[in-house]
């Protein structure tokens, strides 16, 4: 398993940017997938991002494709959510998480790690 903390989180306008990093603690971090999730009340959690465990893989919802970028820093053992274009319903607490044994993982059940989330609030 990894432990993962998640920062970066805060209030920004609708339009502006933000970079949201993802600290793992074990050295098997390299070896694992991660995603980004988020979160609003009364929704299912989804996947935003997801990359493999080189970086050579990426995967992107539709709603956020050409606005977030996803990357990771196997030696820092960091994944970073950069955001940019940010419109309301990008509103949500955000996730990171790990998983052990897929190249991309979409589903929720396939990720075994999880931080406990940052909120992002985009205002008008």
């Known amino acids: 398993q990894v432990q993962l903390v998640e920062s970066g989180g805060g209030l920004v306008q609708a339009g502006g940017s933000l970079r949201l990093s993802c600290a793992a603690s074990?050295?098997?971090?390299?070896?694992?997938?991660m995603g980004w999730f988020r979160q609003t009340p009364g929704k299912e959690r989804e996947l935003v991002a997801a990359?493999?465990?080189?970086?050579?893989?990426?995967y992107y919802a539709d709603s956020v494709k050409g606005r977030f970028t996803i990357s990771r820093d196997n030696v820092k053992k960091t994944v970073y959510l950069q955001m940019s274009s940010l419109k309301l319903e990008d509103t949500a607490v955000y996730y990171c998480?790990?998983?052990?044994?897929?190249?991309?993982?979409?589903?929720?059940?396939?990720?075994?790690?999880w931080g406990q989330g940052t909120q992002v609030t985009v205002s008008s």
């Open positions: 998480a790990a998983a052990t044994g897929y190249y991309l993982p979409r589903e929720v059940k396939d990720f075994g790690s």
């Open positions: 990359i493999s465990s080189t970086g050579l893989g990426k």
């Open positions: 074990r050295h098997t971090f390299s070896s694992e997938a």
